[in-house]
């Protein structure tokens, strides 16, 4: 359906299809270059982030605001990896659902058990592998549109796993699982460095590395921008496709770690978060249709919904009209993004 | 989005073709229907395939259906409507509490749930084509908007269907067809009659099949899609006044409940039509909500658990939709 | 193009037949008639209620039935009457009603219209029940439909059930109260219905079974933090959400109560039951710099991510209400916290079937079937302590006398 959104007339072919130019530019500018694509977002992060220190000047201390990233970090997350998925020209619907699956099936296996942290770990990590190929397989290999592949793994994720535990979370989880979302590091004149913030730094870095500076990353932008095209200059577009969803599956779990840790098992936990996260991606600035998008700009961009619903908490506004805004900003920023595209294809 | 390249630019020769092509996956899935009718018949005792237990299963199909009808003229174009599933909660909220329990509310309810869903049509359809918005993220985003307005001001059940206007939720006619039946056909008659018997209709597919080659040939696909989506957002209005019928009230939560967002993009791609566009069209989609609802109606026969129903639910979609890609697939192959 | 011209005639037709069917003159059903204008009277009128600025906003709700909640307030105070030890059978103020017209011969096929199992509660209560389905060898088949938490789906599903007719009773767990009435009547001119957990507006049910209610909860609950918080203090209320009468009464009579006693609400959010938003939700009010003196909550399954949101600022955890949910109470034991557990006793899930047993044999049952409803408190918190049942488990569950426990509730 997105592709037929972005027809060719639209001017970004020129853009998207320069891996010779970008393997130039490695040599220097990256930073200029995440500068440049975040730019917008960062000017409406800043903006929020002003008007939250008018009228919370608490926020500044370094306390508060890492509880802050601490709480945004899973959102943070969760766009980096589906930030893949997008560029590649999909989406990944089933996120949500993972985040369910990664809290309730860690609570029911370990039963609280600290001495299974590991095996558990792994086990969601593979679990995550596992939807990850099985998305990516069946969106490319047997020609499914991937809303309706990751629309189907969210229902079989969700019926899979309360079919399990009968009906709502059982077990619970060890402290040092929930130590990654909960607990921080010790440190001088900061005060607590959450480990939240310190994974979100890690996942952000290596997604950035993953998309903009490997050969995969290029030739994930390429197959997004035109699988047809990508394919004839020898890219294997169903394997970069595939990787892409699993990235995108691996920060589910992840997201789901770090979530498990903030506020422990829920059956709700994953709600919602897939729609979350590819409003940040488009705020970040992706285009949808895939070909272009930045992971700093992504993370920046969930990092300021997470800012705004803040703002909104300071404002009073009720609980739901924040959904109203969000609705409202999301709208905005893919018109904008449409609107600029073309103006500048003409 | 999966598919190659050379489907998105398939020549007009082809959709032409699909117009008049009614034996490819939209009959199957009407013999897939036949199929698993069997097998309830088999696995539940022959009262599965009685009139009574027919016609609950087609009462149950009823909601989805009529949004259905309205989402596949939307995918056919090459769009997508998210935010039908609040714009159910709203149409339901807003004429149970216009009507009130009073007949004579009655027809400026329904003119005013018709006009929301006409508006809010209008909105989506613009942001598509003027705006140039994504429709999935366009959609969500209308969707939310229309989301926190709604429960910012109802917090519970509001207003009341009268006596008159429950008929339409549990009435019948020759004392055995229910009238919600004939709702469904009758909206099922106008999708049809929209998308095979007017310009509008092969307009809308050859949009679908190909923005760029419908354009050149002068069709101004910009109208095609506004309308399209005006026609959905309708057919949600509707959905949302059966149910205020259905329920006697109207509930905040009863569109997101229903899952209609998603449930009717399933109904239409188990029906045979392409996400993409062009391909498809109602018959398949009836075909696809009595599906989905047969399933529900054995899965109960048959006891089986809610979550694996789910899990079945979500395998199901994925495999027909993936039987259809396959043989396209063959198709394309054969044709080139 | 004309778009706009092509639209114009379906929508016509489609008004049409709307209209149509509103005149339409069969009606098989007459039970619709008969119930719409008593919903209508039934169901609280949000203008009928004085806007005097005197009275609390708990006292102006819609959800403030004024008969009811003195009601419950009174039964609170009454001794249960019933075997002692065994609460699930007990009733509260009972009138009897004479079942001897659906006597009739075991085996019986007993129906469960179930809204869903979509929470730790529902789970406990749903097991329990079906471990209570299997001491009596007279029900030869228990048929259960989910609806998946869909109003539109549970109508459904009522329908399937009448139509394949091999019920000998119905027992229904409405999704939501005014939605379900219509087809429960309908049920009920066909077979007995017990309906229990949330109501129905029909008194046409065989009974209808349900611990005190909301008010005395929510009530509880408000007590105990009069009771527990400084005078004029700040109370923050986390409600799961809107629109469920078993949740908005506890609501309106936390509100009443705490205001007219002038504790200081100030906040009062809806959490969906979601863990990760009950934390960010006292996460934002502590950030604005507020204190929070006493929690109220409407259902315990989020107490403690709450309670850990005052543990990670180091702060100390201040008086809070939860339920009798293990994970809330085993905390409530380690940390030695100011707290009670309201309780909507998951044991109510024993009595439907009871209930459906001495109707099939003819035995009068309670009209209105009032369990009794007994928080969990400082003093009686050990005995509602289970160590090795799961966080999730409601102690409340009346099973432990039930085949198959404990593991069948691991």
């Known amino acids: 359906m997105s592709d037929t959104t972005k027809p060719a007339d639209e001017g970004r072919v020129p853009q998207r299809q320069q891996p010779a130019a970008s393997r130039l530019d490695r040599f220097g500018g990256h930073a200029l270059e995440h500068l440049k694509a975040s730019a917008p977002i960062l000017a409406v992060l800043i903006v929020i982030f002003a008007a939250i220190i008018y009228l919370n000047p608490a926020f500044l201390d370094p306390p508060v605001f890492l509880a802050f990233l601490r709480r945004a970090a899973p959102l943070m997350i969760l766009a980096a990896g589906q930030v893949f998925v997008i560029v590649s020209g999909g989406f990944d619907l089933s996120v949500g659902s993972l985040i369910t699956v990664t809290v309730v099936v860690a609570a029911a296996i370990t039963e609280g058990d600290p001495d299974a942290l590991i095996p558990v770990m792994m086990l969601v990590l593979l679990i995550g592998v596992l939807v990850g190929m099985v998305n990516g397989v069946v969106t490319t290999m047997l020609k499914v549109p991937s809303i309706i592949t990751t629309l189907g793994m969210l229902l079989i994720l969700r019926g899979a796993v309360f079919y399990w535990t009968g009906g709502s979370p059982t077990g619970a989880l060890a402290d040092n699982f929930r130590q990654f979302g909960r607990e921080a590091f010790d440190l001088p004149v900061i005060g607590q460095l959450p480990y939240a913030a310190i994974i979100v730094i890690a996942v952000a870095w290596i997604a950035t590395r993953l998309l903009h500076r490997t050969a995969f990353g290029h030739q994930l932008l390429a197959t997004g921008g035109g699988a047809r095209a990508a394919q004839l200059t020898g890219v294997n577009i169903t394997r970069v496709r595939i990787i892409a969803f699993v990235l995108s599956a691996l920060s589910a779990v992840i997201a789901g770690i770090l979530l498990a840790g903030f506020a422990g098992v829920s059956a709700q936990v994953g709600q919602g978060y897939e729609f979350r996260a590819i409003s940040a991606v488009v705020l970040g600035g992706a285009a949808i249709g895939g070909g272009r998008g930045s992971v700093v700009a992504t993370v920046i961009g969930a990092l300021t919904l997470e800012a705004l619903f803040m703002l909104l908490n300071l404002l009073g506004l009720p609980q739901p009209l924040r959904e109203s805004v969000q609705g409202v900003i999301i709208i905005g920023a893919v018109v904008y993004a449409g609107l600029r595209l073309q103006r500048s294809g003409g | 989005m999966s598919s190659p390249p050379q489907e998105r630019t398939a020549n007009p020769a082809r959709s032409l073709l699909a117009k008049f092509d009614l034996t490819d996956m939209q009959s199957g899935v009407w013999l897939v229907l036949l199929a698993v009718m069997a097998v309830g018949w088999i696995l539940a005792g022959p009262n599965f395939v009685g009139g009574g237990n027919l016609t609950n299963i087609a009462v149950r199909a009823v909601p989805l259906g009529i949004v259905a009808m309205g989402q596949t003229l939307v995918i056919l174009g090459g769009s997508l409507d998210l935010s039908v599933a609040y714009l159910i909660s709203v149409v339901a909220v807003l004429s149970a509490f216009v009507m009130d329990g009073d007949p004579a509310n009655i027809p400026l309810a329904i003119a005013v749930g018709l006009a929301v869903g006409v508006g809010v049509g209008l909105v989506n359809g613009l942001l598509v084509t003027k705006g140039r918005a994504n429709p999935l993220i366009a959609t969500l985003g209308t969707g939310l908007v229309m989301k926190g307005l709604l429960s910012s001001r109802f917090a519970a059940q509001t207003g009341s269907a009268p006596r008159e206007f429950q008929l339409l939720g549990y009435g019948r006619v020759w004392g055995f067809m229910p009238l919600s039946i004939l709702l469904l056909l009758a909206v099922f008659a106008i999708a049809w009659w929209l998308t095979r018997g007017t310009r509008f209709g092969s307009h809308l597919y050859a949009v679908g099949g190909s923005k760029e080659i419908a354009r050149l040939s002068g069709v101004r696909d910009d109208r095609v899609i506004i309308g399209a989506h005006v026609w959905c957002s309708l057919t949600a209005a509707m959905t949302g006044l059966f149910l205020v019928a259905r329920l006697g009230a109207g509930a905040p939560w009863i569109g997101p409940d229903g899952i209609y967002d998603l449930e009717s993009i399933a109904a239409v791609v188990v029906g045979g039509t392409a996400l993409l566009g062009g391909r498809g069209g109602v018959p398949g989609t009836l075909a696809g909500a009595l599906l989905l609802a047969v399933l529900d109606n054995m899965f109960n026969a048959l006891q089986v658990d809610g979550f694996l129903k789910s899990v079945l639910r979500g395998v199901i979609i994925i495999a027909a939709v993936a039987s259809y890609a396959l043989r396209s697939k063959r198709k394309d192959v054969d044709i080139a | ?410």
Not at chain 3, 20 to 42: F, G, K, M, N, R
Not at chain 3, 119 to 136: C, D, F, I, K, S
Not at chain 3, 317 to 327: F, H, K, S
Request: aromatic share 8%; with cysteine; glycine share 6%.
């Open chain 3, 1 to 410: 193009m004309k778009t706009k011209h092509r639209f114009r005639w379906p929508a016509l037709l489609l008004a049409g037949v709307l209209v149509l069917s509103a005149c339409a003159e069969d009606d098989p059903d007459p039970a619709v008639d008969d119930d719409v204008e008593d919903v209508d009277e039934e169901e609280p009128d949000p203008d009928a209620e004085p806007t005097d600025d005197e009275l609390s906003e708990g006292r102006q709700s819609e959800w403030f039935d004024e008969e009811e909640f003195d009601a419950q307030m009174a039964w609170r105070e009454m001794e249960p009457e019933g075997p002692e030890g065994e609460p699930w059978v007990q009733y509260i103020d009972a009138e009897f009603r004479d079942t001897s017209e659906w006597a009739t011969d075991a085996p019986w096929d007993v129906c469960f219209s179930n809204a869903a199992v979509d929470n730790p509660w529902r789970q406990v209560g749903w097991t329990t029940m079906q471990a209570e389905v299997e001491l009596h060898d007279d029900i030869a088949n228990f048929t259960h439909v989910d609806a998946g938490g869909s109003d539109e789906a549970q109508i459904a599903d009522i329908e399937e059930l009448l139509e394949r007719g091999d019920c000998d009773v119905l027992i229904v767990s409405p999704n939501t109260t005014a939605a379900l009435t219509p087809i429960v009547e309908q049920a009920a001119e066909e077979l007995p219905v017990i309906v229990f957990d949330r109501g129905v507006n029909t008194d046409a049910t065989a009974t209808f079974i349900q611990p005190i209610g909301g008010y005395a909860f929510g009530a509880e609950a408000a007590e105990f933090l009069i009771d527990n918080v400084p005078a004029g203090g700040n109370i923050v209320a986390l409600r799961i959400l809107p629109g469920v009468d078993v949740l908005e009464t506890r609501w309106v009579a936390g509100q009443i109560l705490m205001e007219e006693a002038g504790l200081n609400i100030i906040a009062s959010e809806f959490t969906e039951g979601d863990t990760a938003t009950v934390r960010s939700i006292i996460d934002d009010i502590l950030d604005r710099g507020e204190e929070i003196d006493g929690v109220w909550m409407d259902a315990g399954a989020t107490s403690v991510a709450a309670i850990e949101a005052f543990e990670a600022r180091g702060m100390e955890v201040p008086p809070i209400t939860g339920e009798d949910q293990n994970d809330f109470l085993q905390k409530w034991d380690q940390e030695n916290l100011t707290a009670i557990g309201p309780t909507f006793p998951t044991y109510q899930w024993r009595t439907p079937i009871i209930a459906a047993t001495m109707i099939l044999q003819g035995e009068e049952v309670p009209v209105q079937w009032t369990l009794p409803q007994e928080p969990v408190t400082e003093e009686n918190l050990d005995e509602h302590l289970f160590d090795d049942m799961p966080p999730l488990f409601y102690s409340q569950c009346g099973c432990e006398d039930l085949p198959g426990f404990p593991e069948r509730w691991q």
